[in-house]
């Protein structure tokens, strides 16, 4: 009778520990995020910032997903803000959350679902200018990137870049758990 206490206190502990140490990774992680966006945010892209912008992209992004940034943005397209832009008032409403798993509609059967959350898997969301509507209330909009974030050579990058509206990491299954 004495093992069963043993055992579930052992098992706790475990239980505990491995939480500890994932909420600890996803502090690093949104931390990383964060400060990628503050340098990316001091970037003068109109006056030819190229050789800052690459060194950026080499120290926070993977390899691949570096490679597709920079050539979105020879194209004309900003993959990190959705082509929302950033500067240091939208960092001040940054938020930086977890995708977990969340309920949505299935449009096809009417019935609700369980999309499940991506692994390592953060949600970028801020503030980038106010629209007003015909009542005078003024409203905050900005873009929503998900983003995927892997250990790559012991480092923490970025390794995926997706609009957040189309939940481009909950759909692709090479991400999802």
């Known amino acids: 009778m004495k093992v069963k206490p043993y055992l579930l206190t052992t098992l706790f502990l475990i239980i505990v520990g491995q939480a500890h140490a994932q909420i600890n990774s996803d ?9 990628f966006y503050t340098a990316y945010s001091s970037l003068n892209f ?26 979105g943005y020879h194209r004309g397209h900003d993959i990190m803000t959705n082509d929302s832009g950033i500067n ?3 960092l001040e409403t940054m938020v930086i959350k977890t995708i977990s798993d969340s309920k949505t509609l299935n449009i096809e059967t009417g019935k609700e679902e369980i999309i499940k959350g991506v692994k390592d ?14 009542n005078g209330v003024q409203v905050g909009t900005g873009p929503l990137i998900d983003i995927l974030v892997v250990k790559y050579k012991g480092v923490l990058k970025i390794s995926c870049v997706a609009n957040g509206l189309t939940n481009g990491l909950q759909y692709n299954g090479t991400h999802n758990e």
Request: hydrophobic share 25%; proline share 4%.
């Open 88 to 90: 240091h008032k939208s």
């Open 46 to 71: 109109k006056s030819g910032d190229g050789n800052k912008l690459d060194s950026l992209i080499d120290k926070y992004l993977t390899p691949d997903e570096g490679k597709k940034v920079k050539e």
């Open 27 to 35: 502090m690093q992680a949104m931390h990383m995020i964060k400060n």
């Open 121 to 134: 898997a953060y949600e970028v969301s801020y503030v980038n200018g106010f629209k007003p509507y015909s």
